[in-house]
């Protein structure tokens, strides 16, 4: 088959330069980002709820205990429900992660405060679930805009 002179070949389309290095990256630093919003949500969560339930006074040592523990009980529960890869998460199923994740580390934290011996009251406890579920779907809802 003859072949068409060169100024009727149409060129190969250009290559991405970019790595899958890149991507990666870029994934993981929203990874770390959304970690870090979690770790704020539910220490927001937990003072805001103190403050509700018990206005300004001050905050006992068994309770520091327990703000200290649960950032770090909450990130490895949303990490261990694979929250911090949104990419991979339609809308519904993040939303039913996130509910489930933060239920699941609100009774990791009372637990956490019972082995820390802290004298937690339940309403305190609900109203940290209430306030640390909606804190997330907010913080959730706005990495998705």
Known sequence: MPQ????YRT???PQ????????????????LALASSDALCVLAALLLAYVVRFGSTP?????????????????????????????????????RRTIAASS???????????????ELSRA???LTWVLVI???LAARRLWRW
């Open 4 to 7: 068409a002179p060169n100024e």
């Open 11 to 13: 060129a190969a389309p």
């Open 16 to 31: 991405m330069v970019r790595s899958r290095g890149s991507a990666r990256s870029r994934y993981r630093t929203v990874g």
């Open 59 to 95: 905050i006992p040592m068994s309770f520091v205990a327990v703000i200290a523990a649960a950032p770090v009980i909450w990130v490895a529960v949303f990490h261990a429900f694979q929250l911090h890869q949104p990419q991979e998460l339609t809308p519904a199923e993040e939303f």
């Open 104 to 118: 699941v580390g609100m009774v990791l934290i009372m637990m956490a405060s019972y082995w820390s011996r802290a």
């Open 124 to 126: 305190w406890i609900g």
């Open 134 to 136: 909606l804190l997330e």
